[in-house]
Structures are given as C-alpha cells and as structure tokens.
C-alpha cells in the first residue's frame, strides 16, 4: 500500500471539518488553555513558506496540549482594516472591502491547505460591522474614563465630575502639564468656580483627563498627493511616492493617554513571560527617568526657558542649551541678526519625518543669539536649535554638557562652541574630570560626592531657590490614535459647537460609509469629510488607526457571536489570559504595549478579570529567503557558470529560485521567463550551469519566494509543516533550503512501511513489545513531551528519526509501539498520524487519544557497552550486564577473540575495571 499523501490529507481535511472536530467550548470540565497567533493582515500576494513557521508552532502546541486533556483554544481571524488596503484601491481602483475579502480567501485557502487545527467557528475580520461596533464600544468606554492617580486605575469620567463639583480639581490635577484654564489662566479650581465654568470649558477640561482625548498634533501634509503621509512613506523631505514635498501640518487628533499606565506597564513586566531582550525593548520604549525640570531665566527676556535633565548636578558644565525646532519659544527668543537662520532651519526640518532626525548622524543645528543664565553662577549660555532634540520628549529643551556626553562634545566641537571641562559631581562614583579647584569655585557643596548624593542636594538646592521641581519623566508619549484615512472604523463621536460628544451605545455600530473616491478632505482631513450625509451630521471625520482592532481582539474570540457583549464575564473569566502568544518582534512595541493598555483599562472598569492579556510570549524567527544568481558577462546576453564567472566581467542577476534545482538552473526555463533571455547562451561547468546563492530576506522583489502551495502539492502538508520545525529553533532566523525537504519527506515514508509494505501491504502486527522496543518508545516519549513543551521542535523532529531509525533496526512492527508513536506525532504530522490510526483498528480520532505515559522504568539502563582496551589503546567494545561481578567481567573480556589476538598470548599483569565506564587490560 503506497503513501498517498496528498489523497490522505484532502479526506481527513474534509472529515474534521465536517466533525466539527476543532470546535471548541467554553464550558468545559478540562482545564483551558489559550494558544494564540498575532493576528495576520491577510496580504493580496498570499503566503510565502516563511509566513507559516509562526502558526505552525502554534498549531503543534495547540494539538499537543489536546493530546494532555487541555481544553484548547486556538483561533484564527483577520486584522482587515489599515493602509495598505486603501492604497490598493487608490492605486488599482479597487474597494477596500473588495480587495480584502479577495485576500482573505486566498488566505483561508493557503491555511487551510497546511491543516490547521484552527476553530474556524470563531473567525472575524475587524472590518465587519459587526466587530468593529465593539472596537467603538471600548473606545466609548476610554472617552467616558479617566485615570485617577490616587486609585491608579481608570474610573469613569463621572466620578471625576463629582468631585470636581465637591471639591474642584485639587486632588485631581490636570495631566497634561503645560494646560491652563483659559478663563482664570491657572490649572486649579474651586468648586464653585467649575460649576461657574460654561458647558465648553467643563467640556474643554474634561479633554485633559479622558483616557481617549482630543487635541492637536503634526502630520505630514503632501499637498501634491493631497493626503496626510504616514512618518515611513516619507523620505528625506519628500514623499516615497512620487518624491514630492512634505510639510508638517497641525491637524486635529485623538490620543490614548498611555502615559497614564507607564508605571502599571513596567511593573507588570516583572509578572509575564517575555524574553529579556523583549523587556529591554519595552522598557526602554517607555523610558522612565529620575530627574529634575530647571527654569532658566533669558537674558533681555522675561520669559524663562525650562530643561528637563536627568542629571541636575552637571549644571556647573552646561555651555549650551539645545531646543527642539517646534520649540514655543523660538519666536519671541531669537534675535533679529539670526531670524532668517533660524526660519531656513525650522523649515528644513519641518519636512523631516521624526525617525529620519533619531536616526540623523550628520550634525545639524542654528543658534537663536539668544542666551539663557546659569542659576548658580550667573554665566550666560548660548541657546541653539538641532533636529536632535524632539519637541515631545521632556520639556523639548536639553541643557548640553560637553564634557560629559558625547553628543554635546560633538555638538560643540563642530559649531566651535567653547566647552568649559567642568560636569560638577562624579560619574559613577568616580570623581569628574574636572580640577578640585575649579570644583570649589562653581560648585563647592558637591566637592567629593558620587552622582546620586550629588544630584540630591542639587535638586534640593533648585526647590529651596524656587527655579525647578523634582520630576519623573517618561519617554513614551501619549498614542495618537487617529488617521485621515478611509478604511478604518468610524470614532463614535458627534462634534456641536466645538464639543465632542459620545454617540449612545445603541446607535452602534456606526458604520463606515460606501464612498468612490478616498481622495481627502479640505485642508488634509480624511476622505469622509467629502461626505455631505456624513458631515451633516456632524460626525468625526478621522478614522481610528490600524492598530485599533488588534488591541482587544484576543478577546472577542473568547465570545466571538455575542451580540450584547464584547465578551461575557463568565466567559472572559474561563479563558482569562492567553496562556502563549506566538509572533514577530516587529510588534515588540507598539502592539503590545497598546493591548496591554487596553487590558488594563478595561480590567479596572471591571469588564475582565486579569490586567495583562498574555502569560508567556513566544517570538519566532524569519525563514529567509536562500537567493539564486546568474551572471551575465558585462555587455552580453551570455551567462557564465558560477565556477568560471572570475574569468569574465560580470553583473550578477537574481532568478527565480522556482527554476533552480538545488544550485543546477533549469537554462530552458530560464529563456522562457523573460523575452529578454531567450536568445540567451550559457558557459556551462560540467554540463551544468551552476548558480551563486545568498542568504537574504524572502522578497517577491529578490525571486527568492516559495509559494507553500507549490511545497505541499509535492511533498505534503506533514512534510511541510514537518520540515518548518526541522529547519532550527523557533525564536531563530534560518534560511529555507527546498532540497532539504527530500530528507524529511523519506521519514514519513520510512514510518509508513513501519505498518504497510509496497508489496507485501500490512505488516503491522498485535505481537508483545520487548524490552528494548519499550525502551525506544518510552525514550521517545520523554524526549518528545520535553522538546515540545519547551518549544525546540527542531529536536523533537531529530527524535521522531531517530526512533524510526532503530525501530526499522529492531524489525518492529507491533501496534503496540506503533500506536503510541503515532499519538505522538500527530501534532507534527496530523494528517499521515490519523490514517495510520485508523488503519490499526481504532474507530475513534487520534485527535482525542490521550498523551501517552511515561514509564521510567523501560529507561533504566540494564546493561552497558564497556570500550576495551588493551594497554589503554582502544581495541573492541562489549555489551556487558550492569550487575556482572568484577570477576565474571574479567572472564568475559579475557575470553574475547579480540582481547586475546592483541594479548599475542602473553600473561595480564591486570585488568582496571569501572563499572558502567570502562576496562583496561594491562601486558
């Protein structure tokens, strides 16, 4: 009976759908455990072999804690909405819900083509209304929130109206710093002066607590395009499409004041299960520092010029102050002999994407002939203006050592700003490099002080003298949370007379209207602006950002039908936090700390039961494209074998790896691939013509792609999903190697003829195991529980070789070890593990057996291969009993064909024996 594989697959794919048999409850006795994969855009060019290596994993994981008596949730839907669906349609005239529900078949298809064990009842897609009305029900809920500092957890805005009426706001300070109430010019007020305040300025205040707020913030505007580009679509000044000029643009936004729970996210990292490196990452996104903010006076100005340092006690070597180009300041500072510098500057950087000024190297900067004093000494300091310096980290204003930080030196060196040599305190405990004598002068009471004793009486010194405050300082800004895009979901918000007011909850959802044109509206808002019956009504006119869906979505497929209910309480409470969260680092930020947020929001507004949604995650590496070269001799339509191309000029061409067998390229479909080669000719090796390769990213651009379609059609689902696995472990970056998979495609074939012969057909038989077929079994058993619970698939695939190897060695057929290697197996191989299951008599699905159980006692060891050797010279080696005597070990070795050929009948003068290591015979 042949290994038909592909037959099998496509009848058990069938049989399981039609069973039901992924479908999954949420009331059961077993214990739950929730696997998850981040959740996929659904890309219009389909899957490559690298994008599956993720849910693969997972997919094994889920199975095999099935197999362990788990209740297994692993879903799969679609994060549909974003960008790169709208400029399909802008580019190819195409709806986005067109192209999307195109992808996301193609999608299905490929998944479902790999056999995953996915519970297809539960699939969603974040554009359907039906989804998205609870993505506006959340944003509803941080819109009515508030973060209360003295509880440290949200509350609703109506709790902060209560005191504001009781008390005003002392207690409650306004989050955003730099506010002011317009009317009175402070931040505090009484009760009486709130309820005095009209309807807007409650309203107005109100904005500055809310956990979902609008204000105003800079965009990249490409009149050209007309359209609002985002901060990757923008390089060096202009737009990637089309190289036309961008400006920043002031336009209105919503934000999610994440800042709020940047304590509560550091802390709760001490409480889940990401890689260090995954921390570090987080960690330093949100950035928090201990420091001080120091008010400058300027000279010739009344206005003063706050810093925000970290470190206060090198105030005695500041010999410049930088401050960013959006600076509030700069206008009212610079002086008349540098305003055109400053304007010229300020406009340059104005075209300039935030990530292209952070990763700037070259220098650049203006000085504003404006002048800052020294506190403590009186000496005036100059104020520059550098890209360097980002309006929204701190107070957008750096006082700049020279001595102590590279940056500044460089800074100073290149606009030959004099630098001083004095920081003021030590660094690390060290003493500065500065003379003690010019240490007394300037700052005497921090003589021989290590840093952190120093910036303390520093900090304390500016609060006594009324210039500055201790602060903490957070790196992470605010989340904008809007975009002036179409294909998005509608914000629930009405705008009257300058006031944002929520929609009810039962004019939900709010659906995002049909439109023919995604052009924008007047001055760079989003394409629904253009919508009269839209704009009637008054409604917002930006869409939420992509990453809105996906903050929350691990929730709704704990409950995914529940038309009352983003999840049930009872619900979200059996399946409480995904247990293991499987994906790329490229979500290491972003994604994860906005559903961390989210999670904790609405744990304390009391809808779930945990405040961090994932227990362990799990970061898989890239499957890497293994590139293929030709070589055309310069000038020529002639292409070189790679062993002979160093005799000729050449120019190295990418090719379809499609076409390469191994590193042999196929030079008759070469020809047909393009007009342009098919008068090609060849300088062939051998006969051969012989490919370069490269190990570079999978890019359709590189020809580098394997479609896993193409895979699966010749060698088979479990050899795919098989071989992924083999390739190395999870979290690492491997190239893929088509040729390799032969070699894992041969192990499902060898395990086949373990139950049925090509020619003799069933061979499996009901006979007793033996000892050392038990102890192969049990070895696997062990190996395999550990190598999967722990993620390293690569060596539970050597493993499942090795043990068909030595059962092939042991002309084992019995069902009784079979039987257990293929509940084994079946989440590597699900498809090859059922048939065969079957086929041994079993009318239930392998999918429900139980794992099988370890006995330690087939592991013990009863006998040992001793090496032998003969004046320490390794000459055989015997397979002796553990429990033989000394004496019964002496004889034994002493009577071996072997020992006695090299002892050429000569006496032993003695024979050192170590039990269950080695033996000696000493001449």
Request: proline share 4%.
């Amino acid at each position: 009976m042949e290994y038909n594989f592909r037959d099998i697959e496509k009848k058990w794919q069938a049989q399981w759908k039609a069973s039901g048999a992924y479908k999954v409850s949420n009331d059961s006795p077993k214990p739950k455990f929730y696997v998850l994969d981040m959740f996929p855009y659904p890309s219009g060019v389909g899957l490559h072999v690298g994008h599956p290596l993720g849910y693969i994993a997972s997919d094994i994981y889920s199975r095999f804690k099935r197999l362990k008596g788990f209740n297994v949730l692993h879903p799969m839907g679609y994060d549909a909405f974003g960008l790169p669906a709208e400029q399909y349609a802008i580019d190819h005239g195409i709806h986005p819900a067109i192209s999307t529900e195109t992808n996301i078949n193609t999608f299905r298809r490929q998944l479902d083509n790999i056999g995953f064990c996915f519970d297809w009842d539960r699939e969603f897609r974040t554009s359907d209304p039906k989804y998205y009305k609870w993505t506006q029900w959340i944003f509803l809920q941080l819109f009515n929130g508030f973060y209360n500092r003295q509880t440290k957890k949200a509350e609703p805005i109506a709790n902060l109206v209560k005191a504001f009426e009781k008390e005003g706001n002392t207690g409650h300070g306004i989050p955003h710093d730099k506010f002011v109430i317009a009317k009175t010019g402070k931040r505090v007020f009484t009760a009486a002066e709130w309820k005095g305040f009209t309807e807007r300025e409650q309203q107005d205040i109100l904005m500055e607590y809310r956990l979902a707020f609008c204000g105003y913030g800079e965009v990249n505007w490409c009149e050209a395009l007309g359209t609002v580009l985002a901060n990757d679509e923008v390089v060096n000044g202009v737009s990637e499409r089309g190289g036309y000029p961008v400006v920043k643009k002031k336009l209105r936004q919503w934000y999610l004041r994440i800042t709020e729970y940047a304590d509560r996210l550091l802390e709760g990292l001490d409480r889940i299960e990401f890689s260090e490196s995954m921390k570090e990452m987080q960690t330093n996104w949100i950035g928090k520092s201990y420091g001080a903010e120091i008010a400058f006076d300027i000279s010739g100005n009344s206005d003063k010029l706050t810093v925000y340092t970290t470190r206060p006690d090198t105030i005695f070597g500041v010999d410049f102050m930088v401050i960013a180009p959006e600076h509030a300041l700069i206008k009212d500072i610079t002086s008349s002999e540098q305003q055109q510098a400053v304007e010229e500057y300020v406009e340059y950087v104005q075209s300039r994407s935030e990530r292209e000024r952070m990763a700037e190297k070259k220098i650049s900067g203006v000085f504003t002939g404006a002048y800052a004093i020294n506190p403590f000494n009186g000496a005036q300091i100059p104020i520059w203006i550098s890209e360097y310096v980002l309006a929204g980290y701190g107070t957008g204003a750096i006082m700049a050592v020279p001595c102590g930080d590279e940056r500044d030196h460089k800074f100073a060196n290149h606009f030959n700003i004099p630098i001083t040599n004095i920081i003021g305190s030590a660094y690390d405990g060290k003493e500065a490099n500065a003379t003690k004598d010019a240490r007394l002068e300037n700052s005497d009471f921090l003589n021989g002080m290590v840093m952190r004793e120093a910036m303390e009486v520093v900090i304390q010194k500016i609060e006594e003298m009324r210039i500055g405050v201790r602060k903490v300082n957070f790196r992470m800004r605010d989340a904008a949370f809007s975009r002036q895009r179409y294909w998005g979901e509608p914000f629930p918000i009405k705008w009257q007379h300058g006031i944002a007011y929520p929609m009810s909850e039962n004019e939900l959802p709010l659906e995002l209207p049909h439109v023919e044109s995604y052009k924008p509206g007047p001055e760079g808002e989003g394409p629904l602006a253009n919508i009269p019956a839209w704009t009637s009504r008054e409604l917002e006119t930006n869409t939420m950002p992509g990453y809105a869906g996906s903050s929350w979505y691990f929730l709704r497929y704990m409950d995914p039908h529940n038309d009352t209910e983003f999840c049930s309480r009872k619900t979200s409470d059996y399946w409480g936090q995904v247990d293991i969260y499987i994906g790329g680092t490229e979500h290491a930020v972003g994604h994860l700390l906005y559903s961390r947020m989210w999670t904790k929001a609405l744990f304390d507004l009391g809808f779930i039961s945990h405040d961090e949604p994932y227990k362990k995650l799990v970061n898989q590496g890239m499957i890497q494209g293994s590139s293929r070269f030709v070589y055309r001799v310069h000038g020529t339509n002639k292409y070189v074998s790679l062993g002979l191309k160093d005799q000729y000029e050449t120019d190295a061409i990418h090719v379809d790896v499609n076409m390469v067998d191994g590193v042999e390229l196929d030079v008759e479909q070469f020809k047909k691939w393009r007009a342009e080669y098919e008068t090609a000719e060849f300088i062939l090796e051998d006969g051969k013509y012989i490919c370069g390769t490269e190990v570079e990213k999978m890019s359709k651009r590189l020809y580098n792609t394997v479609n896993p379609d193409d895979v699966v059609n010749k060698y088979g689902a479990d050899t795919f999903r098989m071989y992924e696995m083999f390739l190395g472990p999870v979290e690492q970056s491997k190239p893929w190697e088509t040729k390799g998979i032969e070699g894992t495609h041969r192990f499902l074939k060898k395990l086949w003829r373990l139950f049925y012969d090509d020619v003799k057909g069933k061979v499996w038989n009901e006979e007793k195991a033996t000892p050392a077929e038990l102890k192969v079994l049990h070895k696997t058993i062990k190996k395999i529980e550990e190598d999967t619970e722990r993620f390293s698939f690569n060596t539970a695939v050597s493993a499942f070789m090795v043990c068909v190897n030595e059962l092939i060695e042991l002309k084992c057929n019995k069902k009784e070890i079979l039987e257990s290697l293929l509940i084994l197996l079946t989440p590597y191989a699900p498809h090859v593990s059922e048939e065969l299951w079957r086929s041994l008599g079993n009318n239930s699905s392998i999918l429900d057996a139980a794992f099988p159980t370890l006995n330690e006692s087939y592991l013990v060891e009863s006998s040992k291969e001793y090496p032998i050797s003969v004046n320490g010279k390794l000459r055989t080696t015997l397979t002796i009993s553990l429990d033989t005597t000394q004496e019964d070990v002496e004889k034994i070795v002493l009577g071996n064909e072997v020992v006695q050929k090299w002892l050429e009948g000569k006496p032993h003068k003695r024979i050192i024996y170590v039990k269950g290591k080695m033996v000696n015979v000493v001449v």
